[in-house]
């Protein structure tokens, strides 16, 4: 390789995305495939150290690998205590490319300005079949027992799922599985559009197990000498060979170790913050004001617009409770509210978790409002309303 055929950082970058994640299979490989790259590259990239290299390897008349052997940092990256699998092919091969390229000084920023935003990223990996082994125990029961019991799951996203299902392994479930027919499919579009994340729309908890976006066999999965069902669903991938996608929904109960988990098991990349703000927030509507405050707690979700959780005393329209419930995986069961705005009533506009999950605890009895469908005002200027699922 000449000087001038050297490789940017961004376009190793590219080499690894690209031939290292053609296909996507379990999630970690091509990302472990980039840290490893990532800290083999340090001393090149980053430091700006010389490579230990002769000229006689730059030049093509000696081997790279005899003067800079390939080695894999320890990684604490491991899962389910299985050694991690041997650098792919393709990774090595633009390992070698890049350790081949001339040094870039950390002080020369102007070497490659391209960027990508993260999200971006996400939004195209929501087409993709996705999926990510877990160390956890795994537990699910069906008509009062324990049907399926693992510590080799896997978290699955479909394409266009925004949260992961389980698949365990065919021999870790206690009960009869059987081929089914699934119900018919709806009519019309199906799911609802992210502009933030996705230019198609997703699918997130309510979009019913059956909606299929992955070739495979539907599967039922009965306690025998009971009533008790739940759907499978046994995806044509190479990675999940003799792993049944579970229905969440169906079981009565799931369990991560000792702990009962709700709606949908965790994604390992996303999560939720809570800040306390002292930023003037109202909620109004047709110019009534619903909410006026200084003291919100903003919840941060991934892929999520920010929430704010206001103090009951700071709510100004008079709410009553409604017979809606809705659950979340990381904040709870959450008790919803009707408003009286002027001379009418507005239904199910709020919520409240009375006793959240550990993640939710700072804003155990604060209230907050679908502000997609009303006016938020932060700080004298009003907000473009988010188009969201509860748009």
Not at 165 to 189: F, W
Request: charged share 25%; with cysteine.
């Amino acid at each position: 390789m000449h000087a001038s055929d050297a490789l940017t950082p961004s376009q190793c970058w590219a080499l690894v995305t690209t031939q290292s994640t053609g296909r996507l299979g379990f999630f970690r490989e091509g990302l472990l495939d980039i840290f490893h790259l990532f800290f083999a590259l340090t001393p090149a990239y980053v430091r700006g150290r010389r490579l230990h290299t002769t000229h006689s390897s730059l030049s093509g008349t000696g081997s790279l690998s005899d003067a800079h052997p390939i080695r894999r940092p320890r990684s604490r990256y491991a899962c389910c205590g299985r050694r991690h699998r041997p650098l792919s092919a393709a990774a090595t091969q633009v390992y070698r490319e890049c350790m081949s390229s001339p040094p870039v000084s950390p002080a020369n920023h102007d070497t490659d300005a391209t960027g990508v935003l993260m999200r971006d990223v996400m939004g195209q990996l929501l087409q993709k079949l996705r999926y990510e082994p877990t160390a956890k125990r795994v537990r699910a029961t069906l008509g009062g027992q324990t049907v399926v019991d693992t510590t080799h799951a896997m978290l699955v996203w479909e394409p266009r799922r925004v949260v992961p299902g389980y698949a365990v392994p065919y021999q870790d479930i206690r009960a009869e599985i059987s081929p089914r027919t699934p119900p018919p499919p709806e009519n019309g579009p199906v799911g609802f559009m992210l502009p933030d994340l996705s230019t198609i729309p997703v699918f997130d908890p309510r979009i019913p197990f059956d909606v299929r976006t992955t070739g495979g066999e539907p599967v039922g999965i009965r306690v025998a000498g009971t009533e008790a069902v739940a759907s499978g669903f046994r995806a044509r991938d190479p990675g999940l060979d003799d792993y049944v996608i579970l229905a969440f929904a169906d079981f009565d109960s799931w369990f991560e170790e000792d702990d009962e988990i709700i709606s949908h098991p965790h994604d390992p990349y996303g999560r939720i913050d809570i800040r306390g703000t002292s930023r003037h927030v109202q909620l109004m509507l047709d110019g009534h004001i619903l909410a006026d405050t200084t003291r919100a707690r903003m919840l941060f979700e991934t892929t999520l617009p920010a929430r704010y959780y206001l103090p009951v005393e700071d709510v100004v329209a008079p709410l009553e409770p409604s017979s809606t419930r809705s659950m979340c995986s990381y904040k709870g069961y959450a008790t919803w509210y009707s408003a009286l705005v002027g001379d009418k009533r507005v239904d199910d506009i709020a919520w409240q978790y009375e006793h959240p999950l550990s993640d939710a605890a700072e804003v155990q009895d604060y209230v907050a409002f679908l502000d997609e469908r009303l006016d938020l005002v932060i700080d004298g200027e009003q907000q473009e309303r988010a188009l969201t699922p509860s748009s």
